[in-house]
Structure formats: C-alpha cells, structure tokens
C-alpha cells in the first residue's frame, strides 16, 4: 500500500538525514576525508532516488544539486570550504523540512528557489570568499565508540548505480544484522508494556498471599506448592518486564547526534570557538526519554556556549586554552541514567546570582545572607530567573533554566549543578532507565499514605523527636557528621 511505502520513506530519510549532520561536523574539522565524504554522498543520492520513485520532485532538485557538489568535493575537483558546507547543511535543513511537510500530511509548499540558485551558484563557479572559515568544530567519540556507523543506504527502490549499492562481500556485520530487525508500531509495544505491567502488579499480590498463607499454615503442602509455583512466576515475570523494556529502549546516539551541528551553529554565531566531546551515546533509555530529553539538553548547551564560554581573547588572558571545550558523557549506573554536560568556561558566579534573585524578589534578605553555596546555585532553576541582561535570540529569548528543570522532573530526573569560578560547570542530569514501572517505597504518615520513587532514595533510618534541632530558625537532623 502506497501510505506504508510513504511511512517507510519518511522513517528512513529522516534517519538518514540525522546521521548526516554529525559527519559534515567531523568533515570541517578533518578537511578531506573521502570515506565521509563518500558517506554523505550515498545517503543523499539514495534519498533522491527514493524520492524520485515517489514523485516527491522538490525533494529530488534540493538532493539533486547537494548531490552534484558532494560528487565534486569528494573527486576532489573542488575545495572544502566553508561556505560549501554552509550550503549544503542548507540543503540538508530544506530536505528535512520538506520531509516533514509530507509527514503532516500539511499540504505546504516550501519556496526552494534561493536554495537552488546558492547551490546552482556554488557548482558553477567558487563562491565568493570573504567570510573567513570558521573555527572548526571537533567532535571527539569515547574510544569505546570509536567505530563509526557506515550509513545504510535507504532501502527504496532507486536506479541501480555503482554509488548507491554495496556488494554483499563489503557490507559489515549495525548492516547485516539489520536486515533481520522488524519495525513495530510503537502503540503494540505500549499496549505489551501496560499489559506486563498489570502483571507485575498481580504477581506483588501473589507474593503477598503466598506469604501470608505460608505464616498461617506452616508445613501444608498445598501451601509449599503455591509459593513454589508463586517464586517461579516472579522470576519469569521480571525477565519478561526487562525484556519488555528493551523493546522500548534506544540509544542516546539518536539525540546526541543534533548537537555537533548545534554547537558549530551556535559558536560560530557568536564568534566563540569550542570543541565538543561526547561519549556514552551507546547508551540505551526508554523511548519517552529519547522524546523529552532533547530540548533541556539543547538549553544547557546553549547555555554553555552563550553564558559560560568565554571569548577568545578572554580565555587567553585566563591562560586558558584558546578554545572551550563542553564534554557530554552518558552512562547506566543501577537502574538510573546519568547524562553530564561540562563546559570549561567561567563557571557560575554565586554573589551574581544571589543579588539578581534578591532584585527579582525571588528570595528576601534574610535569605540571602544565610543560603549555601548550593542552594544559591540552585536559584537559577526557579521561574522568572535568568542571568542575561538582555534576552537574546541564543539564549531562548528569556527563556531560564525553570523550563529545563520542569521538562526533566516531568520524566521523574532531577538536574543538579557543580560549578567552580573560571574552572567551568558540570549539569548532571539523572533519569529512570524506565518510565513505565518503578519501584518505590510505601510510607504512612498523618493517616496519608504516599509512594516515594525508590531510586533516589539513599536509606531510611528512624528519627526521635530529641534529634531535631532548631538552626538559624530551621528545622535540621545531624547524621553521620552532617546537617540536614
């Protein structure tokens, strides 16, 4: 059916298209690389061969040319510049938007002609220079994921050409095996989800009943079946829930691979000069995490970049390197997942931070003279803060770290920050390996009853009414040396 074979082009064009911008990173700082180059090149060429079978011939004129000058720059006919890359991530922008017209179903027409005549101007003779190269931006992978994915061709019918098609004999093992996946509908993989989930909750009451049954009626043997029986369904059940999970589950990769292009645009912007390492992108979280985490993220690059990155000639006179570096890391730790954004910028600066609250009338003076080092940092996360004098177009027009905040703790994470003046700052984002079920631990109080998420619960312990001291008109408890 012609919606299936349209649903299948979109999927594929548009992961083809996140694939790209990350290599024409790599690509600027590198200068020639004819394997990347190569990469490029058949990922755009088997998009327009796809798109050419389904008549979608905007897409086709955009591919096309982009096509043309990747050929050009890949036989090393022409130069890597960088107003020929500007132009062709262009293109890969225009590509995607179109995509996503078809994907509405909106009925927009995108006006390509600019486009067209930049690229048109750009395989006809060399641009014009003036507009100096700017600073590359180096995006180091983790040795761990030092492999590079070869790009796999879409699989809709193109004209057969010695570009778009690999001989078996070449094709690896992340291209083989992915000949056996199966995409499923994402609602049949929830309604598996919601259904273990009912599960799980039988199986708590089982254990429950069980138990109960086993202190009343010690040594009967119907009884000794049944928790038998009980403990076999437990295990099975967890293994089922995990596996359950894992179908949800996809790799970081698939955010972290916009933020190469975002901090090249940025930087380049505003005329700072960064270096950006990730590692951890193998790392694998449930799909609604994957959905959500993005934008907050984006926001503390943005942030990094704009607020904590120093100038050049600023670094210098810090004895620092001429370019900043922000290092994103993520990995599992227990059943939680932590992804870190550091910059090597000039850090928070805490009385800064702590007059602007008092100015807002965010926090009193009482406040202001006794708040911690941490708490203080903290105030950059409450609503209607935001440290830039004026809201500029980098910063997300005003836009403060509430809506970072308020978008993670809707996935159940929480940010904290650490952050040393002239030294830099770490965001440390901490998640749930998993939003459909989580453990948590039951507690009663006033009558009330409440589930706490278990996660990032440290311990519990019993507190007599003789341990609370009053501190600077605060309620605290001292354990192990320290005030809480």
């Known amino acids: 059916e012609m919606e299936e074979i349209i649903g299948e082009f979109i999927t594929e064009a548009e992961e083809a298209l996140d694939r790209i911008d990350p290599l024409f990173v790599e690509l600027e700082s590198k200068g020639y690389d004819r394997d990347l180059l190569n990469d490029i090149f058949r990922s755009v060429h088997t998009l327009k061969g796809a798109a050419g079978f389904l008549g979608f011939q905007a897409i086709v004129d955009v591919a096309h040319r982009a096509e043309s000058i990747l050929k050009k720059l890949r036989d090393g006919e022409i130069m890597i510049k960088a107003s020929y890359i ?60 030092e492999s590079r994915d070869r790009l796999e061709p879409l699989k809709m019918p193109t004209a057969s050409t010695s570009d778009s098609t690999v001989p078996q004999s070449d094709r690896s093992i992340t291209e083989r095996k ?18 273990t989930g009912e599960i799980v909750l039988i199986r708590n009451r089982l254990l429950n009943i069980a138990t109960f049954l086993d202190a009343r009626y010690p040594g009967d043997e119907s009884v000794e079946n049944l928790l038998e029986s009980v403990s076999f369904l437990d295990l099975v059940t967890s293994d089922m829930q995990l596996a359950v999970m894992r179908m949800r589950m996809q790799p970081l990769k698939k955010v972290f691979s916009k933020f190469p292009r975002l901090v090249r645009d940025i930087s380049s912007a505003i005329g700072k000069e960064v270096e950006l390492n990730i590692s951890g992108e193998d790392t694998e979280v449930d799909r609604s995490v994957i959905e959500h985490i993005g934008d907050p993220m984006v926001h503390i ?3 990094a970049i704009d607020h904590g990155i120093e100038p050049v000639d600023e670094r210098i006179r810090k004895n620092k390197d001429r370019k900043g570096r922000i290092n994103i890391d993520a990995y599992q730790k227990g059943n939680q997942i932590i992804i870190e954004i550091a910059d090597d910028g000039r850090g928070i600066d805490v009385e800064k931070v702590k007059s602007k609250a008092l100015d807002k009338g965010l926090i009193t003076i009482e406040e202001y003279n006794r708040l ?6 903290n105030l950059i996360f409450l609503p209607g803060f935001s440290t ?91 354990v192990r040396d320290r005030v809480y």
Not at 91 to 116: A, C, Q
Not at 185 to 191: A, E, N, S, T
């Open 86 to 145: 500007d132009v062709i991530l262009e293109s890969i922008d225009m590509l995607r938007l179109l995509i996503g017209h078809i994907k509405n179903k909106d009925g927009v027409e995108e006006d390509t002609s600019d486009l067209i005549r930049k690229l048109e101007n750009a395989l006809n003779m060399d641009m014009v220079e003036g507009v100096g190269v700017e600073a590359p931006i180096e995006t180091k992978v983790h040795p761990q994921n």
């Open 372 to 377: 911690s080092e941490e708490a203080a940092i």
């Open 388 to 478: 830039a004098e004026v809201a500029t177009e980098l910063s997300g027009r005003g836009v403060g770290m509430d809506v970072v905040k308020t978008n993670i703790s809707r996935l159940n994470g929480y940010v904290e920050v650490n952050t040393k003046k002239d030294m830099g700052s770490i965001f440390r984002i901490t998640l749930p390996l998993t939003l459909a079920i989580i453990q948590s631990l039951m507690v009663k109080t006033s009558g009330n009853i409440y589930a706490v998420p278990l996660a990032p619960i440290e311990e519990t312990m019993v507190i007599n009414s003789k341990d609370i001291k009053e501190i600077a008109g605060q309620k605290v408890t001292i």
């Open 178 to 195: 992915e000949i056996q996946t199966l995409r499923i509908d994402v609602d049949r993989v929830d309604k598996v989800m919601n259904l």
């Open 301 to 303: 690059i943005r942030n």
